[in-house]
């Protein structure tokens, strides 16, 4: 096999459709995130490879059309732009492709809402930080788009969220859930408290929304009864899964005026959201004695 600059699966991909007898490259109606295959425009020194590596003879036919990076990044960003629906919001793994009638035919006795994919404030907001993150290492690739999708993936977060602050989570047990991702969505769009600007009062309602929430011992603790009556239900007792996604939340938007070292001394933690939660901790507060313990 050639050893190139170029992994064998994007060079094979390129010979692949550009065979004289592929049905891709005869076909024009095959596109994929919104781009016919057959136009793709690949870099000389990729086409060059390719051709080295899987047919020294083959000629490809001309390319047209608008220039296309194969990277893996723009891949899934396309992915990611395609998955945008009416609303602004994302789902898990499809648009939204029918309307609520279709729950008439749910046959499940145990879970609801799962005929269509529906606009999830978590999806949204894992999409919106990818997108955020990927624009600030690429900023002038389908820059436009990618803006106009994080505006609207905003829009989305603020016209779902309660009035009392939260977001309602799907994923997760919930309200302490979905307000940890609904504050992760402002955040990556610089609306914090520590940004030179205004806190939008959607942040700041979030913020008081966990806070009031906060249990005497410093945790934070929320029944899974929640997710079926659709209401905050405080817990006999603090957890530590919702403890760090609430200190998660509270940290993306960091202030320092809501006193976030109460629930950091649990000492067994074991799992991704603790680690994870401790780790942005010592990120943002360095100089606090707290931070010091978790050294090794």
Not at 79 to 88: E, F, K
Not at 167 to 185: D, K, M
Not at 205 to 231: N, T, V
Request: glycine share 8%.
């Amino acid at each position: 096999m050639h050893a190139g600059k170029f992994p064998p699966s994007l060079t094979g991909f390129y010979f692949w459709i550009h065979r004289p007898d592929s049905l891709v490259s005869n076909s024009d109606s095959l596109h994929v995130f919104g781009t016919n295959l057959s136009n793709i425009q690949f870099p000389a020194e990729f086409t060059q490879q390719a051709n080295e590596t899987h047919n020294p003879t083959f000629s490809p036919q001309p390319l047209c059309s608008v220039c296309f990076n194969l990277s893996c990044e723009s891949v899934s960003v396309l992915q990611l732009l395609s998955m945008r629906n009416r609303d602004g919001g994302f789902a898990t793994y499809e648009t939204k492709r029918g309307g609520r009638l279709l729950e008439l035919l749910n046959p499940s006795e145990v879970f609801g809402d799962i005929m269509i994919d529906y606009t999830y404030v978590e999806c949204t907001s894992a999409a919106m930080q990818a997108l955020r993150h990927f624009l600030q290492v690429h900023p002038d690739h389908r820059a436009a788009e990618i803006r106009s999708t994080l505006t609207d993936g905003l829009e989305f977060c603020r016209r779902v969220q309660r009035t009392d602050g939260s977001w309602e989570g799907s994923w997760g047990v919930c309200f302490t859930y979905g307000t940890w991702f609904g504050l992760e969505a402002f955040a990556c769009m610089g609306h914090t408290y520590k940004a030179d600007r205004e806190v939008p009062v959607e942040v700041q309602k979030a913020c008081r929304f966990l806070l009031e929430h906060q249990m005497s011992d410093g945790g934070w603790g929320e029944d899974f009864e929640s997710c079926e009556q659709r209401r905050y239900v405080q817990s006999g007792a603090a957890q530590i899964h919702n403890t760090c996604w609430a200190l998660l939340g509270l940290m993306a938007v960091p202030d320092v005026s809501t006193g976030l070292s109460c629930a950091i001394s649990y000492t067994s933690y074991r799992n991704v959201f603790p680690i994870w939660t401790l780790g942005r901790f010592c990120r943002l507060y360095p100089s606090s004695p707290l931070a010091g313990k978790l050294k090794l």
